[in-house]
């Protein structure tokens, strides 16, 4: 069935370092993968999306590719600050899951000034 | 426009009370579902409704049901609570095909 893994945490990282967050999925259909961001003691908000192969999303600073060939839909932003100390969450919905998200575990980003 | 509203914001319940988790949207959405946070389980899915008078079970059903009477409303019901019900509680809704999710604020439940 259609699935998502995401790296484990957590990750702590200086203010303006390099952030990461790999992302790879399975998926029977022909999905759209998305990357939440959930703030302390909120739900979950739309951080960035791809529909389709190469697509690649941004917002904020982030950004992330589909990538078709290597199953892959990583986070990344060039220079994090404290404001983005959160959880991310990568997701994906298939023509094949019926309108069903699938979501990863969750990585907790903690930024320190 | 509100987006996903969800009440109470917080509950404490004894073991064996029953309780009514609300949502509610205001984007005309048909696919609503129930999600629950559970830490280092990510969310899990409770329930979820493609439109008025239909609902389906999820990855974790039991203990919970659901109605969806208007499109703009999917409550969430707990039949007797106990203590593995403790969570944080989330809506969602989306319009159908492959669309973004919007969530609500969540409701956090402690059951004692």
């Known amino acids: 069935g259609d699935s998502v893994t995401q790296m484990e945490g957590p990750v702590t990282l200086s203010e303006e370092a390099f952030l990461t967050i790999n992302c790879t999925y399975t998926?029977?259909?022909?999905?759209?993968l998305f990357w939440y961001v959930q703030y302390p003691g909120e739900g979950l908000q739309l951080l960035l999306k791809?529909?389709?192969?190469?697509d690649k999303g941004s917002n904020k600073g982030f950004e992330a590719t589909y990538r078709k060939e290597t199953t892959s839909f990583h986070l990344e932003k060039g220079s994090v600050q404290v404001s983005d100390s959160a959880v991310y969450f990568c997701?994906?919905?298939?023509?094949?899951?019926?309108?069903?998200?699938?979501f990863g575990t969750g990585t907790s980003l903690t930024v320190i000034p | 426009n509100a987006g996903v509203t969800q009440t109470p914001k917080f509950q404490v319940l004894k073991t064996g009370q029953s309780m009514t988790l609300q949502c509610a949207q205001d984007?005309?959405?048909?696919?609503m579902s129930w999600y629950r946070q559970d830490p280092g389980m990510g969310l899990r899915l409770i329930h979820y409704?493609?439109?008025?008078?239909?609902?389906d079970q999820g990855e974790v059903p039991n203990g919970y049901n659901v109605s969806r009477s208007t499109t703009e409303d999917f409550p969430l019901r707990l039949l007797s609570a106990a203590p593995s019900q403790t969570s944080v509680y989330f809506c969602?809704?989306?319009?159908?095909?492959?669309?973004?999710?919007?969530f609500g604020p969540g409701t956090r439940l402690l059951v004692l």
């Open positions: 791809a529909t389709k192969a190469d």
């Open positions: 998926a029977t259909g022909y999905p759209s």
């Open positions: 409704s493609v439109g008025a008078g239909i609902t």
């Open positions: 997701a994906l919905v298939s023509t094949n899951t019926g309108n069903q998200f699938y």
């Open positions: 969602a809704s989306n319009t159908l095909g492959r669309e973004t999710q919007y």
């Open positions: 984007m005309n959405h048909e696919y």
